[in-house]
């Protein structure tokens, strides 16, 4: 067995225990299944996100560098040897994993790790786009890369299923993949089953100790639900992806007369120093205090990790979260 096997192994063994000790990111994450896949499963051919065929010889040592899937590789054992640590939730077992070599964000990432990590398989996207990708497959060079970057106008429900299918199909997982798909499905029909149309929804982002608008379209965490379940915007004003909200007074937010608030607390994850916690910024302000949403605390805010994750699992706890919001508001 190479070093490397034996080092993908040993990753394989501690991901496998630590798994299940529990550290789940989020209540909806799937049990542990550790199991390799077959000793003729590879080499295989899939179709990427983006559109390229890619033949994949072994997966052995696997380099994950979109945040959406650290979950996974955590829940599936998936052999991961090199990964942007600085990115992955406190929650996940891969945080510290002496194992894994970390090459630290998408801003400033250590490419040198990949190199030294050698994989033999990249999934690659979502923060590590454009010159950053081409910086991991220059580190990679005989690595499959798998690039996990959708057309942006496909629809978030079916890039979740597509994407989740792709990694069933790479790591020999597709039972598994297609158990998660139905446990999404399953919660995208509660929350739409639970929702009236009638009732008003505004997303808002914490960032530094202040309220910031979410626009419905693109707006950071909340945008996917307005899409997922066709809700009706309390406010519907131009905005931008900002990772922070956009700039919109306190005031128009308190005008809106929301009757769900939808929150992505970033502090929560990123914040630095003494901040407040979303729902307490919130019942707080003085500007939002008529607002129906807070009247009722009808209130659902994205797990605390939601920032660093955005993946299917803090989506289905969402969901349900929703669900249960919207059978009271």
């Known amino acids: 067995m190479t070093k490397r096997r034996l080092a993908a192994a040993a990753a394989l063994a501690l991901a496998s225990v630590l798994a299940f000790t529990g550290c789940a990111a989020t209540p909806a994450a799937t049990e542990p299944t550790a199991s390799a896949p077959a000793a003729d499963y590879y080499p295989v051919t899939v179709t990427d996100m983006a559109g390229n065929q890619v033949t994949i010889e072994s997966a052995d040592s696997v380099a994950v560098t979109d945040n959406r899937f650290f979950q996974l590789a955590t829940d599936w054992g998936l052999p991961v040897s090199v990964a942007p640590l600085g990115l992955v939730s406190p929650n996940n077992p891969m945080k510290n994993d002496a194992s894994i070599l970390s090459i630290g ?41 798998i690039d996990m970057t959708g057309p942006k106008d496909m629809p978030i429900d079916e890039y979740t299923v597509r994407s989740i299918t792709l990694m069933g199909e790479i790591f020999d997982k597709k039972d598994e993949a297609a158990a998660l798909v139905t446990k999404f499905r399953t919660a995208v029909d509660n929350a739409k089953a639970a929702y009236k149309p009638e009732k008003k929804v505004l997303g808002v982002i914490t960032s530094g100790g202040e309220i910031n608008y979410a626009n419905p379209t693109d707006g950071r965490g909340s945008s996917v639900f307005f899409q997922l379940l066709g809700l009706t915007p309390a406010l519907d004003v131009s905005g931008s ?11 128009m937010l308190g005008q809106s007369n929301a009757d769900v608030l939808l929150v992505l607390d970033r502090d929560a994850a990123v914040g630095t120093g003494d901040v407040k916690p979303a729902l307490e910024l919130i019942n707080g302000s003085a500007a939002l205090a008529a607002v ?7 209130i659902e805010v994205m797990p605390g990790d939601y920032y660093l994750t955005e993946d299917v699992f803090a989506y289905i706890t969402v969901l349900d979260g929703l669900a249960e919001v919207f059978k009271t508001a």
Do not use: C, M, W
């Open 241 to 251: 992806e900002n990772h922070t909200g956009d700039s919109v007074s306190i005031e």
């Open 292 to 298: 129906p949403a807070v009247v009722n605390q009808s």
């Open 105 to 145: 964000t998408h801003s400033e990432p250590d490419f040198e790790k990949i190199v030294a990590a050698d994989p033999d398989l990249v999934i690659n996207g979502y923060r590590f786009g454009g010159d950053t990708a081409q910086g991991v497959k220059n580190a990679a060079p005989n690595a499959a890369f």
